[in-house]
């Protein structure tokens, strides 16, 4: 098992910029496949972006591609979320997401795959 805490939610302007991270504790960090996901007020979650075990490889939502960018430091315990150009729409509780040695790609974009989950933070873009 493994805890995920979140931080750097916000308000900010349209255009404007936050830097989420997700601090894990327990079980080894870099055993696990992260994902970021979102859910805003009377929306299912939906699938941000997600990242292997090494980082080698991330996977992104077409509607943040060119804007987000997920990364990971193995040595810190903790995945980011950089995100740029934000926009309106981009509203929602951000929560990630941890599974075990888990490989592959097809699964990363449902949240149903992942076992542990963050508690979320909050972002909110201003017009």
């Known amino acids: 098992q493994v805890q995920l805490l979140e931080s750097g939610g916000g308000l900010v302007q349209a255009g404007g910029s936050l830097r989420l991270s997700c601090a894990a504790s327990g079980r080894t960090f870099s055993s696990y496949a992260m994902g970021w996901f979102r859910q805003a007020p009377g929306k299912e979650r939906e699938f941000v972006a997600g990242i292997n075990l090494s980082g080698g490889t991330t996977y992104y939502a077409d509607s943040v591609k060119g804007r987000f960018t997920i990364s990971r430091d193995n040595a810190k315990n903790t995945v980011y979320l950089q995100m740029n150009s934000l926009k309106p729409e981009d509203t929602a509780v951000y929560y990630c997401?941890?599974?075990?040695?888990?490989?592959?790609?097809?699964?990363?974009?449902?949240?149903?795959?992942?076992?542990?989950w963050g508690q979320g933070t909050q972002v909110t873009v201003s017009s």
């Open positions: 997401a941890a599974e075990f040695r888990r490989y592959g790609s097809g699964w990363y974009f449902d949240p149903h795959e992942y076992d542990n």
